[in-house]
């Protein structure tokens, strides 16, 4: 019989590695379906012209909501260092090892995103004959070797992943803060998804392009948490297992969600 001063770990290794399986497996299938559907194209279509795309240069999209974003996150990435020694109040049941880990869990989601880019094929919408651009034809990402005659590294979408790289703080907080890893969670993939579609609007990236940042952000992360020893070997608290089901599920959930029908 376990001691009462001995910790319990409700949300084990073994149940964790299949809800966030599952929550993986669930938004690739709902992934693959959106590639299917070709949408892509006719949604790019909403703001792009021969004459371009009228939002590519407005103050909103490009100076707020891209450059002004992008310090934002700066600003809270800096915040998280800070907190590596002095945590946040909600942060205060991780150790040391953990925050850090956060930090480079966010780190690595970034890196992943940027290598694949790098070697991508994929050209970005401004760049379709279409749309005003040198692109003879649109050639879908997953025709990963096939060549559009554009400069390509369009693949994935950089600029949603200033979002989504943050996902790591639901998995840091989901076992000593479920509250506040739920709201992270929702800010995290919101803000993801707003940045996703501002780039559509300025013609820099499809719909697919901000779809798959997300699940790959997701990935890199659901590795990441799982092969370091700072969560394998260390007792979790606060999250029931039938807690840990629910919030689990709204993850899925929120990965089957369709994407927005207004621009902002």
Excluded at 83 to 111: D, E, H, K
Excluded at 176 to 183: I, N
Excluded at 197 to 225: D, E, K, N, P
Excluded at 251 to 258: D, G, I, N, S
Aim: glycine share 10%.
């Amino acid at each position: 019989m376990t001691s009462s001063s001995t910790p319990l770990r409700p949300f084990g290794q073994a149940h964790a590695v299949r809800q966030d399986a599952r929550a993986l497996l669930v938004g690739l299938v709902a992934l693959l379906g959106w590639d299917a559907s070709g949408a892509d194209l006719p949604i790019t279509r909403w703001y792009g012209t021969l004459q371009g795309f009228a939002w590519a240069n407005h103050w909103l999209v490009s100076g707020v909501l891209h450059d002004g974003v992008k310090y934002a996150a700066w600003a809270l990435f800096a915040v998280l260092v800070v907190g590596v020694w002095y945590p946040l109040p909600f942060a205060r049941g991780l150790t040391r090892a953990q925050r850090v880990w956060w930090l480079c869990a966010i780190v690595g989601s970034l890196l992943l995103t940027n290598l694949l880019r790098r070697y991508s094929a994929t050209s970005c919408p401004s760049q379709l004959h279409e749309f005003g651009g040198s692109v003879a034809a649109y050639v879908p990402h997953w025709h990963v070797f096939a060549r559009d005659g554009g400069s390509g590294q369009c693949f994935p979408s950089g600029h949603a992943s200033t979002g989504f790289a943050f996902l790591a703080g639901w998995f840091a907080l989901r076992g000593t803060a479920p509250r506040w890893a739920r709201l992270w969670l929702i800010a995290t993939v919101a803000v993801g998804a707003l940045l996703g579609w501002v780039q559509v609007m300025r013609g820099a990236h499809y719909v697919s392009h901000s779809l798959w940042t997300g699940w790959i952000c997701w990935f890199a992360t659901v590795v990441a948490y799982h092969a370091a020893p700072c969560w394998r070997d260390a007792p979790a608290g606060g999250m029931r297992g039938r807690e840990a089901d629910a919030a689990t599920g709204a993850v899925a959930e929120l990965a089957t969600l369709p994407a927005p029908h207004s621009a902002i």
